[in-house]
């Protein structure tokens, strides 16, 4: 199986400024890494993704690094808006296997 | 483009009383399909998977007694919630997909409120 651990459950920063979200794994053979948005009362929608055979990965103002050796993948928002406040959810897939795997969720709230 | 279509969208059942999901995939065959739950303040959990031709794989907690789910074709699969109690309330997600590996295209999500 597979375990994944996300920090922070919450987070506050201000407007403008950056937003990190870390997550950790167990299984070595996990090689997908999607990130999704959460807003109230809504499904959660893929923001952005990375696979194993990648250490970075930028969309915009949205960066996700993947450190396979130590087990971490991370996302981090620059240049926050109001407009980015949601819930965050990562989530890991192991090869082979049908499963994805989500963390608890980070609740970002940006601040004016 | 993939999409799945999930309804309802919302819904409130009468305790001890069962509701039905159904989630459509348009644009792509829903070879897999998986079930999930999200309650108050949690993550999601996975229920089930469902392989078109194959056994439905259960999670534990999760029993096809509970959550009976059909998955018929390659465009459609549906999950009831049996004997709905509080404890089942939450956000209910199907993610379907076609071959191994690839990304899930998720629904938009059924809520289901018990009173």
């Known amino acids: 199986g597979e375990q994944v651990e996300q920090l922070p459950s919450i987070l506050r920063v201000q407007e403008r400024s950056s937003a990190s979200i870390n997550c950790t794994y167990e299984?070595?053979?996990?090689?997908?890494f999607p990130w999704y948005k959460q807003e109230p009362g809504e499904n959660p929608k893929l923001i952005i993704d990375i696979r194993s055979n990648m250490e970075r990965k930028q969309i915009q103002g949205l960066i996700v690094l993947l450190d396979k050796k130590a087990k971490r993948f991370s996302l981090h928002i620059t240049d926050t808006q109001p407009a980015d406040s949601a819930m965050y959810f990562c989530?890991?897939?192991?090869?082979?296997?049908?499963?994805?795997?989500f963390g608890k969720g980070t609740q970002l709230i940006i601040q004016p | 483009g993939a999409l799945v279509y999930q309804y309802p969208r919302r819904t409130i059942c009468k305790s001890g009383t069962s509701m039905r999901m159904e989630c459509q995939a348009v644009?792509?065959?829903?070879?897999?399909v998986a079930w999930y739950r999200q309650s108050p303040q949690k993550t999601f959990e996975l229920i089930a998977l469902s392989t078109v031709n194959s056994a439905i794989k259960y999670e534990q907690n999760f029993t096809q007694e509970k959550f009976p789910i059909s998955h018929p074709n390659l465009s459609f699969s549906s999950m009831t919630v049996l004997n709905a109690y509080l404890e089942d309330r939450g956000l209910y997600l199907c993610?379907?997909?076609?071959?191994?590996?690839?990304?899930?295209?998720f629904g938009s999500g059924t809520r289901l409120l018990v009173i």
């Open positions: 989530a890991a897939r192991t090869g082979g296997a049908d499963r994805l795997t």
């Open positions: 299984n070595s053979a996990s090689n997908y």
């Open positions: 644009g792509f065959q829903a070879t897999s």
């Open positions: 993610g379907a997909r076609q071959v191994l590996n690839s990304d899930y295209t």
